[in-house]
């Protein structure tokens, strides 16, 4: 049987190892634009290898371009898919091959699923995470921010998810917060015992399949955890080839570089991989401390060969429990009752202070909790509740206490945010669910292609896509055949058909801080595990996601 090729690059398997953060696999020159009637340059034709003669195959996905998660340059293939995996990259002739099904990708680009390194979600409760399919999102990771499933057990946890069949893939960190709680350790000062039974668990769920650790140090009880501590926690991480990913101490503009110093520091004392998470500047708006951060990050691998990166999501305003806003002496293991009933006056102080210090009430968006005599306050800034309720707004916050609301803190620069973005060491993540009440879980992605990328030209398309996939899978180690069951993040022979096709020009994201549930638009079809997961018409059949675990 005769087809048409490409020049031999496009024959070629495009199975690359795994590579470092920052790197993009090497790469042969990719085939020119106009291939359609393409041949070998002496003129001749080549006979497909039997292997792929025929085949049979579930998917072809043919006339795309492909931007393969690499960083190279697009270039026009056809796509093959047979049961989990890709079978084939390169230029076929449809009418020879026994094919199952085929999607007209002519026009769209196709890329490999969207990984998001930052994540939250209750895959038990709620497989459904059709927010993220939607922005071409086939794997999430969880366990963020300090939080996260039981170390003992983590394997039966995993079988649970599976059962569960979400609609994308899952994989976990284990949270140091709920360590200290498994641990015993919980809201006592750090210990050379309870630091090391903190670390037997993160080493135990780690050979249960998590892929490292997160920590939430400014949650607690991580704010606890000395400099110790969060040695002894990250060995274990490091002698298996993980990653610390960090809610660091301070995101504040005059704390968040000491903050990012106690993380490089975490990483020179262990040795491990450390990531900031959502790096931002709160109440920064000055894009050369952006690039001081970066700088600061650049030296440490550069200088101390510490592996460190980062991810940010393309929005100004944070999402978190209002305890941020309260002083560590009210929050737990403190009774607050006690605490109001002693110290009220000096705690609305505080907090009168804090929030004008973070541009107002007007820049605090509740997207959680209710108030007697108001009700929920989701969609309504502190400052409408406030004159609604004829109150000072430090009143509310008492009222309501650390535990008793969510909102969203309009706090952050978008040059700074940019500056961050476009560094080749930062990915793109949404720190979203399919429940919080901040659009980022529903268009980060699409955020960054429309904007970032197709409007502002920031970002090649090229570049965007190696850091929502390639790289993001090269920092977790989803990209590793020896560490996982199927590679993922590249589109490459032999490697998990996780795939997304698109027209850049027609992604929107639609969410927005009023209505932050509103579905992306755009995606022509996502596969996951080899089966269509998305059309234009939405979610598409049973959840073909799985539980990723670690092979350490």
């Not at 609305?348 to 973070?358: D, Y």
């Not at 970032?452 to 996939?469: C, D, G, H, K, P």
Request: charged fraction near 25%; aromatic fraction near 6%; charge should be negative.
């Amino acid at each position: 049987m005769l087809t048409r090729f490409l020049p031999l690059v496009a024959l070629l398997t495009l199975g690359l190892g795994a590579c470092d953060p920052g790197e993009a696999p090497e790469a042969t020159e990719p085939p020119g634009e106009d291939v359609e009637n393409e041949r070998w340059l002496d003129g001749s034709e080549l006979e497909l290898p039997p292997e792929l003669a025929t085949g049979p195959y579930d998917w072809l996905i043919h006339g795309g371009r492909i931007v393969d998660g690499s960083g190279r340059p697009a270039h026009r293939a056809d796509l093959l898919i047979r049961e989990d995996r890709i079978a084939h990259i390169g230029i076929v002739d449809p009418d020879t091959l026994d094919v199952e099904r085929s999607h007209d990708a002519q026009g769209r680009i196709v890329t490999p699923g969207f990984i998001d390194p930052h994540a939250h979600g209750a895959p038990l409760d709620n497989p459904d995470f059709s927010n993220f399919l939607a922005m071409g999102v086939t794997t999430i990771l969880l366990g963020q921010d300090g939080g996260g499933p039981p170390a003992q057990g983590l394997t039966q946890h995993l079988d649970a998810v599976d059962t569960a069949r979400p609609s994308v893939n899952v994989a976990y960190f284990l949270g140091h917060n709920a360590l200290r709680r498994e641990s015993g350790v919980e809201y006592a000062d750090p210990s050379p015992e309870g630091s090391q039974a903190i670390a037997d668990l993160v080493a135990r769920g780690m050979d249960e399949g998590a892929f490292g650790l997160s920590t939430g140090l400014e949650y607690d009880p991580g704010t606890l955890a000395d400099l110790d501590e969060l040695t002894a926690i990250a060995t274990p991480v490091a002698e298996r080839g993980g990653v610390v990913m960090s809610h660091m101490r301070n995101e504040d503009a005059d704390a968040v570089e000491a903050s990012l110093e106690e993380l490089l520091e975490q990483g020179r004392r262990s040795g491990a991989h450390v990531h900031a998470s959502h790096l931002k500047v709160v109440l920064g708006n000055d894009p050369a401390q952006a690039r001081r951060i970066l700088d600061q990050m650049e030296n440490a691998r550069s200088n101390d060969g510490i592996r460190v990166t980062g991810d940010v999501y393309p929005y100004t305003a944070s999402f978190t429990g209002i305890a941020i806003l309260f002083p560590d002496w009210a929050r737990p293991p403190n009774d607050y009752d006690q605490v109001r009933a002693r110290r009220g006056a000096e705690l609305a102080e505080h907090l009168r202070e804090r929030v004008q210090g973070r541009n107002g009430p007007e820049a605090t968006l509740f997207g959680a909790g209710e108030l007697d005599g108001f009700g929920p306050l989701s969609g309504h800034t502190l400052a409408d509740v406030a004159e609604a309720t004829d109150r000072p707004f430090q009143e509310i916050l008492v009222e309501l206490g650390p535990s008793g609301a969510r909102a969203a803190y309009f706090v952050m620069n978008e040059e700074v945010m940019t500056t961050f973005l476009q560094d080749p060491h930062i990915v793109v993540s949404s720190d979203g669910s399919p429940t919080m009440a901040h659009p980022r879980g529903y268009g980060s992605f699409p955020l960054v292609l429309r904007q970032y990328v197709m409007e502002e030209e920031l970002l090649s398309l090229e570049e965007a896509i190696r850091t929502m996939t390639g790289l993001t899978a090269s920092i977790i180690g989803l990209d590793d055949p020896d560490r996982v069951e199927l590679p993922r993040g590249l589109l490459r022979e032999g490697w998990a058909a996780d795939v997304a096709v698109f027209d850049p020009e027609e992604l929107r994201d639609r969410a927005t801080y009023e209505s932050p549930h509103i579905l992306a638009e755009g995606m022509d079809g996502v596969w996951v595990n080899g089966v269509r997961a998305w059309d234009r018409a939405g979610a598409v059949g049973v959840g073909q996601g799985r539980a990723l675990r670690a092979n350490w």
